[in-house]
């Protein structure tokens, strides 16, 4: 059997902070470093912080105010970006005379949130990613970054299929702790039929949520009578929040992740496996809980049948500092490893993408199924 893991950026729609149009690159920099949207973020993150607050001191309505303003939302409630939605009481005023003040003591006095602005995902790029998915025809997928379950089971009905791939038989997805829509979920075939899902959206350090998204335990009965469980993560990114503070969110998680594998394990379960976008390089300490600190997880990339193409990398152009998504295994799972691989087809490569052969239909880099390569593993089980 196959099993992928793929970030697929969002099927049909995607926060419009999140999309590279809104990127303001730097002369001469990495494409894949922008700014425009990463501020946006920030701002739209502390900014939530503090209006969730229970009581707004003057320090805090000052903050509220300028983060209002760096949003674009001094004159109105709707910006390029974002929105401020505001359904009772009021949180502000506007006078005539210009500027915001801030009229709300607290999050009692008024109900409301700050909401991102969504935009289409380009069509052919939604077909580019459903092509990547219909090659590698995986028995198990874990999906990263989908919108929601229903975006992923139209995905698969209508445009896996309409490709020439075959649809899935399973879809699952539970929606996570982000706000901007980016889940993970899992399709399998009907030979890897989900018996039982396990979230851990509400797991806690103190009262720290731990998660960004989720780590679901996908618990799966294989036709050949064998029990599977797939963990899929999606880790804190470094875009945004301070790179020590993102660095931190990752290693908390990275531990809790091993505690839910190491659970599992003294279950009796032997065939484990943790797949997706950890958000960081092998030999970083945020992920030292998974792959050092005395783990017996197993990469599929040191297995000597794993292709990566020649690049080590899984996402942008493809080098040793990008490799950030992964298939973890149980000894058991890596004992049945028989190929693995990376798939660049949907990514397009460097600035003219021709680092790599990419499918035909990809003319242009907004055509591109992700800017993170699929990566795979096939299992004797």
Same mark, same amino acid.
């Given at each position: 059997?196959?099993v ?9 729609e995607?926060?419009?902070?999140l ?7 730097? !002369?001469?920099?990495? !494409?894949s ?8 973020l ?6 939530n912080?503090?209006?969730r607050?229970t009581?707004?001191?003057a320090?805090?309505?000052?903050a ?19 929105v ?6 009021a ?8 500027? =915001? ?15 991102l602005k969504?935009e !289409?995902?380009?069509e ?5 990613t459903?092509?990547?998915l219909?090659?590698?025809d995986?028995?198990v ?14 995905f698969?009905e209508?445009?896996?299929?309409a ?11 539970i ?7 980016i889940?993970?979920g899992?399709?399998?075939?009907a030979?890897?039929a ?5 979230s851990?959206v509400?797991d ?7 998660f960004?998204r989720d780590c679901?335990?996908?618990?799966l009965?294989?036709?050949?009578g064998?029990?599977?469980v ?8 470094k875009?945004?929040?301070?790179a ?7 290693e ?9 594998y190491d659970?599992?394990?003294a279950d ?5 496996a943790?797949?997706g976008d ?6 970083s300490? !945020?992920?030292?809980?998974? *792959? ?7 990469? =599929? ?6 292709d990566?193409g020649?690049?080590p990398g899984?996402y ?7 490799k =950030?998504d992964y =298939? ?10 028989t190929?693995g ?13 021709? *680092?790599w052969?990419?499918?035909?239909e ?6 591109a ?13």
């Amino acid at each position: 059997m196959r099993v992928v893991a793929f970030n697929v950026e969002n099927l049909f729609e995607r926060a419009r902070a999140l999309n590279r149009d809104e990127w303001v690159d730097e !002369p001469g920099s990495d !494409p894949s470093r922008w700014s425009a949207g990463r501020a946006a973020l920030e701002g739209y993150s502390k900014l939530n912080a503090l209006l969730r607050k229970t009581t707004y001191d003057a320090a805090d309505k000052a903050a509220i105010v300028e983060h209002l303003k760096a949003l674009g939302l001094e004159r109105n409630d709707e910006s390029k970006l974002v929105v401020l939605r505001k359904n009772r009481g009021a949180l502000l005023k506007r006078p005539r005379s210009g500027g =915001i003040e801030v009229v709300a003591n607290g999050r009692d006095d008024w109900i409301g949130w700050l909401e991102l602005k969504r935009e !289409p995902v380009d069509e052919v790029a939604t077909r580019n990613t459903a092509r990547v998915l219909a090659a590698l025809d995986a028995d198990v997928v874990v999906v990263v970054e989908a919108e929601h379950r229903i975006s992923l089971c139209r995905f698969n009905e209508q445009v896996i299929e309409a490709v020439g791939g075959r649809p899935y038989d399973h879809v699952m997805l539970i929606d996570g702790n982000d706000e901007r829509g980016i889940d993970v979920g899992l399709m399998t075939r009907a030979g890897a039929a989900i018996d039982h899902v396990r979230s851990h959206v509400d797991d806690r350090e103190g009262k720290q949520t731990i998660f960004s998204r989720d780590c679901p335990e996908f618990h799966l009965r294989l036709a050949s009578g064998e029990r599977l469980v797939i963990l899929a993560n999606h880790l804190k990114s470094k875009g945004y929040g301070g790179a020590a503070q993102s660095a931190a969110r990752r290693e908390m998680q990275a531990r809790r992740i091993r505690g839910i594998y190491d659970g599992l394990r003294a279950d009796g379960i032997e065939h484990v496996a943790i797949a997706g976008d950890l958000n960081d390089t092998p030999d970083s300490k !945020p992920l030292a809980p998974l *792959l050092a600190d005395g783990s017996d997880l197993k990469d =599929i990339s040191a297995h000597p049948s794993f292709d990566d193409g020649g690049r080590p990398g899984t996402y942008g152009n493809s080098t040793k500092s990008n490799k =950030i998504d992964y =298939i973890l295994l149980s000894p058991a799972l890596f004992a049945k490893v028989t190929a693995g691989g990376i798939d660049r087809r949907g990514v397009w490569g460097g600035r003219n993408g021709t *680092l790599w052969p990419i499918f035909p239909e990809i003319t242009e880099a907004h055509e591109a199924a992700s800017d993170h390569a699929a990566i795979w593993a096939d299992l004797d089980i």
